[in-house]
């Protein structure tokens, strides 16, 4: 959401269009989830090559649309948790 969130804020920012799938970060904390890359695709990233995802163009409607399915599917957990 975080990724997506600051193309949308900053949609010119180049460096917010490219999501490298080796550094650490991202690998523990997205890369991580089973079936990650079939979202990320369906969000308008292209799988440049096996080290980077870009986003290209300015449909930044499938972003908000995948930040709006991320959260619905993480609400269930987030209430499970909550104190």
């Not at 949308?8 to 079936?35: D, Q, S, W, Y």
């Not at 930040?67 to 993480?74: D, P, Y």
Request: glycine share 6%.
């Amino acid at each position: 959401m975080k990724l997506a969130g600051n193309i949308i804020k900053n949609p010119k920012e180049e460096k917010f269009r490219n999501l490298n799938k080796a550094n650490n970060t991202i690998k523990a904390k997205v890369m991580c989830f089973e079936g990650i890359t079939q979202i990320i695709l369906a969000m308008g990233y292209t799988n440049v090559d096996e080290s980077f995802f870009k986003y290209e163009g300015d449909a930044l409607w499938t972003l908000k649309a995948g930040i709006k399915i991320i959260k619905a599917e993480l609400e269930p957990i987030e209430l499970k948790y909550m104190s």
